[in-house]
């Protein structure tokens, strides 16, 4: 079940690679202001809720509630859905919110903090296991796990095998052709952390072997093109967003990962685009806050270098070292797609929600 904003008629439902989709019509939470957003995103599931009733799925009974944060707001949906049929729900949480946005310094802990909080917590209330991508976030959970018939676990992030479609960017049509690539695909939003990627671009400016491909969208990605232009940087290129299905592709033509995340964070993240990387047999290059859990994972399976002081000079010697070992080391590309199908696969993730469903 999906909201989709953009829906003109209450729902429709559709087969989708073998799955039946339902898209509810819902509220715009995309592209929009914060105040909008949270006040469309609060809506959002009772409006779901409102159209489930009237699509062809109404009564069906299931055998158990799976659902996915961001966003927090989906706790009156999933309840409904677990009364009617009796089952279990499974939370699959990929951040935590509101605290990651605290230790960015983007909220207090005031009247909006403990607004969002008590929403989140009203989720985790509705959820009978939860499953956080890294052992490093079990701890913000053990107050909730010391309920009854409650269980927390950790599930790793997944990524299923891509449809490769040839990707509308062409690097050797560019004026980055013949270089070694540094990549960047996502998101490009505060809790990224970014702007040092420029600044070791700007670094290696007189390396002409060297150059830094960034392709997405969000809340920074026009203020970084900004900064890259104002500065310059011959050895920069920003694209918009393409499909997934172009990424493989787009991967092939390149050599190096990029992984930012902010070092305010305070809590354990491996992000989405590290999973599309190994899959792509990628090493990475990554800058992330200090004890992540994502660091130990990258030095353990040598699969790339991890910065976790945000230093321009720690990294710029990471990416240095990173370009001579990806000539030196052939085995890395063959060690980043042996970690991605040990832990990263969709039928691994399948396979342990729903044995915590049925126990």
Same mark, same amino acid.
């Given at each position: 079940?999906?909201? +989709? =904003?953009?829906?003109?008629?209450?729902?429709?439902?559709?087969?989708? /690679?073998?799955?039946?989709?339902?898209?509810?019509?819902?509220?715009?939470?995309? /592209? @929009?202001?914060?105040?909008?957003?949270?006040?469309?995103?609060?809506?959002?599931?009772?409006?779901?809720?409102?159209? #489930?009733?009237?699509? &062809?799925?109404?009564?069906?009974?299931? /055998?158990?509630?799976?659902?996915?944060?961001?966003?927090?707001?989906?706790?009156?949906?999933?309840?409904?859905?677990?009364?009617?049929?009796?089952?279990?729900?499974?939370?699959?949480?990929?951040?935590? !919110?509101?605290?990651?946005?605290?230790?960015? *310094?983007?909220?207090?802990?005031?009247?909006?903090?403990?607004?969002?909080?008590?929403?989140?917590?009203?989720?985790?209330?509705? =959820?009978?296991?939860? *499953?956080?991508?890294? &052992?490093?976030?079990?701890?913000?959970?053990?107050?909730?796990?010391?309920?009854?018939?409650?269980? #927390?676990?950790?599930?790793? $992030?997944?990524?299923?095998?891509?449809?490769?479609? &040839?990707?509308?960017?062409?690097?050797?049509?560019?004026?980055?052709?013949?270089?070694? @690539?540094?990549?960047? =695909?996502? $998101?490009?939003?505060?809790?990224?952390?970014?702007?040092?990627?420029?600044? %070791?671009?700007?670094?290696?400016?007189?390396?002409?072997?060297?150059?830094?491909?960034?392709?997405?969208?969000?809340?920074? =990605?026009?203020? %970084?093109?900004?900064?890259?232009?104002?500065?310059?940087?011959?050895?920069? %290129?920003?694209?918009?967003? @393409?499909?997934?299905?172009?990424?493989?592709?787009?991967?092939?033509?390149?050599?190096?990962?990029?992984?930012?995340? /902010? &070092?305010?964070?305070?809590?354990?993240? @491996?992000?989405?685009?590290?999973?599309?990387?190994?899959?792509?047999?990628?090493?990475?290059?990554? $800058?992330?806050? +200090?004890? $992540?859990?994502?660091?130990?994972?990258?030095?353990?399976?040598?699969?790339?270098?991890?910065?976790?002081?945000?230093?321009?000079?720690?990294?710029?010697? #990471?990416?240095?070292?990173?370009?001579?070992?990806?000539?030196?080391?052939?085995?890395?590309?063959?060690?980043?797609?042996?970690?991605?199908?040990?832990? !990263?696969?969709?039928?691994?993730?399948?396979?342990?929600?729903?044995?915590?469903?049925?126990?």
């Amino acid at each position: 079940m999906l909201p +989709a =904003a953009d829906l003109e008629e209450e729902w429709q439902l559709e087969q989708l /690679d073998g799955v039946r989709v339902l898209r509810l019509k819902a509220p715009r939470t995309k /592209d @929009i202001d914060y105040i909008r957003r949270t006040i469309g995103e609060f809506l959002m599931p009772f409006f779901m809720r409102h159209y #489930l009733k009237r699509s &062809p799925l109404a009564n069906v009974k299931w /055998d158990g509630v799976v659902w996915y944060a961001p966003s927090i707001f989906h706790a009156p949906l999933v309840s409904s859905l677990k009364k009617a049929s009796r089952c279990k729900g499974y939370l699959i949480i990929r951040d935590i !919110f509101p605290e990651w946005a605290v230790d960015m *310094g983007l909220m207090g802990r005031g009247l909006p903090y403990r607004f969002f909080d008590t929403v989140a917590r009203y989720q985790y209330s509705v =959820a009978d296991i939860i *499953g956080v991508q890294t &052992p490093g976030n079990c701890s913000h959970f053990e107050t909730w796990q010391q309920h009854p018939a409650k269980k #927390l676990e950790v599930l790793q $992030n997944w990524l299923d095998k891509p449809a490769n479609s &040839p990707s509308s960017i062409r690097i050797a049509e560019t004026s980055l052709s013949g270089r070694k @690539i540094f990549v960047y =695909a996502g $998101n490009m939003g505060i809790a990224q952390g970014m702007d040092i990627l420029l600044d %070791l671009a700007e670094r290696l400016t007189a390396r002409s072997d060297v150059g830094f491909l960034f392709v997405g969208r969000g809340s920074d =990605a026009q203020r %970084l093109r900004n900064i890259s232009q104002a500065r310059k940087l011959t050895n920069v %290129l920003f694209f918009d967003e @393409i499909h997934p299905d172009e990424i493989p592709d787009l991967y092939a033509q390149c050599h190096i990962g990029i992984v930012a995340l /902010d &070092p305010r964070h305070k809590s354990h993240n @491996i992000p989405g685009k590290f999973l599309t990387y190994m899959q792509s047999g990628l090493p990475v290059l990554a $800058n992330v806050n +200090a004890g $992540n859990d994502l660091v130990g994972m990258i030095r353990r399976e040598q699969v790339g270098l991890a910065c976790e002081s945000n230093q321009l000079n720690e990294i710029e010697s #990471l990416a240095e070292d990173l370009l001579r070992r990806i000539e030196s080391d052939v085995a890395m590309p063959r060690r980043c797609r042996a970690l991605f199908e040990r832990e !990263f696969s969709a039928e691994q993730a399948a396979r342990q929600i729903v044995s915590a469903l049925t126990i």
